[in-house]
């Protein structure tokens, strides 16, 4: 059974920087892709970044780019989500995904394992 577990979310001001955690259990972390999508107040869940299984190829939102970095420590099993020069607009509840295989994606639909979420509120 894959468990993920996310952390570091807060409340912090617009320009501020935050950084998320996201510890795995349950298989072979290395050989599989891992996403971070958000959540806010009465919108649909959106992909924020993802990065490969093996090489760790990254990828992200047109929202976010040159702002978040995503990476992943494969001794520690966790990926991390630094996220700079937020905006009240980044605020949303933040989850940590994983789909089957070593393929990342954009789609929400295509990852089977989620976290229990983590809050990030930035105010103006």
């Known amino acids: 059974q894959v468990q993920l577990v996310e952390s570091g979310g807060g409340l912090v001001q617009a320009g501020g920087s935050l950084r998320l955690s996201c510890a795995a259990s349950?298989?072979?972390?290395?050989?599989?892709?891992m996403g971070w999508f958000r959540q806010a107040p009465g919108k649909e869940r959106e992909f924020v970044a993802a990065i490969s299984g093996g090489a760790g190829s990254p990828y992200y939102a047109d929202s976010v780019k040159g702002r978040f970095t995503i990476s992943r420590d494969y001794a520690k099993n966790t990926v991390s989500l630094q996220m700079n020069s937020l905006r009240p607009e980044d605020t949303a509840v933040y989850y940590c995904?994983?789909?089957?295989?070593?393929?990342?994606?954009?789609?929400?639909?295509?990852?089977?394992?989620w976290g229990q979420g983590t809050q990030v509120t930035v105010s103006s």
């Open positions: 349950g298989r072979v972390f290395s050989s599989y892709a």
């Open positions: 995904a994983a789909p089957p295989g070593s393929s990342g994606s954009t789609r929400s639909k295509d990852y089977v394992y």
